[in-house]
């Protein structure tokens, strides 16, 4: 029997507010244990939350962006539920009204465009953070640090329309670039920042009910969260061939093991206990919150690749590489504004600079080759000054030092020659060396113009303008 | 609404209790009472009044993203039972 896999995700992002959501502690990473935490996030008897207004605009952008209907009306809810990470014994969080609803996502895989449907966008606070003890003394401990606590978390949830992880991993990347063009959340998937857990259920193709599902946590990379979906697509299809049947339970993924675990412990039945928090008005989005969240919106990846692919007339894969951040992408933008040059300046972005900021670890942010002097050096190479090799030795100069292309040119001597006189030197050198294959070369073998070429551009260290070799060269072999 | 034995046993296991078996026939029958005292206002003709569990008017008022002293160093931890590392401390728990 053939089978088909049905996911859906939940991303949890938090959002890059200087203060807590329901407080003014500081969202600081990395600062001591405990350092920032009041009474309101510490859960103290009596402290009253007061929601920060700048995550809610965060929150109504991120639901625009995926064209969900930004509800007017949304109203806070305590979950409860005991964990030592929650000092309040419940967490604020949205639930049967939430801030955002019925979004789509476009995304793109070889199998073609597909649109992915978002459920919700709501509103909650995060938990603070487990520390586990090692060691003799603190290894029968854990400690707690509520410094994460109560900081802003936006949790975006799909549609089960997903069939592949393939699909899911391109949803996430998806999601994600929305989220680093918007600059509401850094997206860092290590730190924990942008964080996802997959429902999945298998189910034979053209069957319309759900298989029992299982929850996935744990998979804090694109490529564990394939490989954690990939396996448990086979691990429920082996069950049910097997005549078992798939448990509905929490599973982790182990990524040292490449497999998914069933979480240990006894998995009670959620119970909740969902009740509106009485500590909060419903939150009420205004007209115009909406409209200023609305313009304030940049252009988005899907639309910017389009873009590309239409204005610069540059290939899919390359404009889905350049439009990969919102930072590349105008740096690209900006290079090709000076060149007149979209596929030259696409090369050398994503090959040259892209290369080098990769071997550096570095971001295009803090690219030394700013995208006016990388347009300079493409611009020499298109006059003809400097050939391609000789421009990718100069981008190596420029990038070490941060200099000008037409300086480092003019330094080191680099100038393409463009003089036949100097030229014909070099080539006179180069035929009476090779008497023989000229005398081959003048019975036919005309491959061997090729190998002059060469010998030319070794006797100039490259710098030859290799039009004018050519040229010369068939003038005087013909003679 | 009727409250049960079994309903109390799964709150009170909810909420981490151990009750005796008196306590549990206790709760049920005062969880029963309260429960039925407040069904009372069900008999109010409420057909036309939109469902709201909080004073009308507008909504949630809003704060400036701008940081706050927070609590200092000491008094954070007054109160914890245990404490250790700048943290609270707490039995291991087992992911």
Redesign the interface.
Known sequence: MKYEAVIGLEIHSQLLTNTKIFCGCSTRFGAAPNSQVCPVCLGLPGALPVLNGKAVEFAVEMGLAVECTINRESVFARKNYFYPDLPKGYQISQYDKPLAEHGTLQIETDDGRRNIGVTRIHMEEDAGKLIHGEGAEDGGHSFVDLNRACTPLIEIVSEPDMRTPEEAVAYLKGMRDIILYLGISDGNMEEGSFRCDANISIRPVGQTTLGTKAELKNMNSFKFIKDGLAYEIERQIDLIEGGGHVVQETRLFDSARGITLAMRGKEEAHDYRYFPEPDLKPLVITEELIERARKSLPELPVAKKERFIKEYEIPTYDAGVLISSRVLAEYYEAVVKATAEAKLSSNWVMGEVLRALKEDNREIGECPVSAHNLAELILMVKKGIISNTIAKEVFAEMYKTGGKAHEIVSKKGLSQISDESALVAVIDEVLSKNADSVERYKAGEQKLLGFFVGQVMKGTKGQANPGLVNKLLKERLKG | MKIDTKDVL?IAD?A?LALTEEETALYTEQMCNILSYVDKLSALDTKDITAS???A???????????????E?EK??QNAP?K????????????
């Open positions: 799964h909810l981490r569990h909080q004073e008017s507008e909504g949630a008022a809003l704060r400036e993203d701008v940081v706050a002293p927070s609590l160093g954070v931890l245990e250790a590392n700048k943290c609270f401390r707490v039995p291991r728990i087992i992911e």
